[in-house]
């Protein structure tokens, strides 16, 4: 199957700086990308739409300042955590659709301390 | 309003057996399920889809059944191997390759 590479699949930062999260889908393009979140033991939640080329589609109570999206290519799409707190502690997942199914990343484990 | 709904948290099985995870909708709009496997700390991985349009598709061990007019579909696995252990998601679109909406996840766990 298409393969989304997300990276870094873990990484710990202090509180009040930003960290990005890339995506890529490798043997195909993305033109829409999808940004998920998932807590311990809770279902995927949608974040975000990534669009190439325009501006993302945020679901509500996503703040997109402190979230930011770019999806500069139909290859890549980053995600941005600006001044992280403890709270945003999580696994972050993107996935790409292709025909009729979605692909996801690795994901990236986010610790804020 | 959770539109997908995976009411048992958890399913044990033992090894050779079928295991039989549920899935529930509320979204008459959905036209489109999946089925994803996630181990911890990974991202899920596709096992099997199914169109509104039809009502089973089989993929080796792997069944999934819909009923519509009860907005439910689930997913069986037989034999179940002690390797089938992990959170199986449900998930529904309303386009093919649109957003999807998950279900809370069931834990499986395969018995050797």
């Known amino acids: 199957g298409a393969v989304v590479s997300q990276h870094p699949s873990w990484v710990i930062c202090k509180s009040g700086t930003s960290v990005k999260i890339e995506c890529r889908s490798l043997d195909f393009q993305a033109t829409t990308m999808f940004w998920y979140r998932q807590f311990p033991k809770q279902s995927l939640m949608l974040m975000a739409t990534?669009?190439?080329?325009?501006?993302?589609?945020?679901e509500q109570g996503v703040e997109k300042d402190k979230f930011l999206i770019n999806h500069a290519s139909l290859t890549l799409s980053t995600l941005t955590v600006t001044s992280a707190h403890p709270e945003d502690s999580s696994f972050y997942i993107c996935?790409?659709?292709?025909?009729?199914?979605?692909?996801f990343g690795q994901g990236t484990r986010l610790t804020v301390v | 309003d959770q539109q997908v709904k995976q009411n048992s948290p958890s399913l044990s099985v033992q090894e050779g057996r079928i295991s039989i995870l549920n899935c529930d909708y509320t979204n008459s709009m959905f036209d489109y399920f999946l089925w994803y496997k996630k181990y911890p700390a990974e991202g899920p991985t596709f096992l099997i889809s199914?169109?509104?349009?039809?009502d089973k598709n089989e993929d080796g061990r792997f069944t999934v059944f819909l009923n519509k007019s009860a907005k439910h579909l689930s997913l069986h696995i037989v034999p179940s191997q002690p390797g089938d252990s992990a959170v199986y998601f449900c998930?529904?679109?309303?386009?093919?390759?649109?957003?999807?909406?998950f279900g809370g996840g069931t834990r499986l766990m395969v018995k050797p």
């Open positions: 998930a529904a679109s309303g386009d093919a390759g649109n957003m999807l909406t």
């Open positions: 996935s790409a659709p292709l025909q009729v199914e979605a692909f």
């Open positions: 199914i169109s509104s349009i039809k």
């Open positions: 990534s669009n190439e080329g325009s501006k993302a589609t945020y």
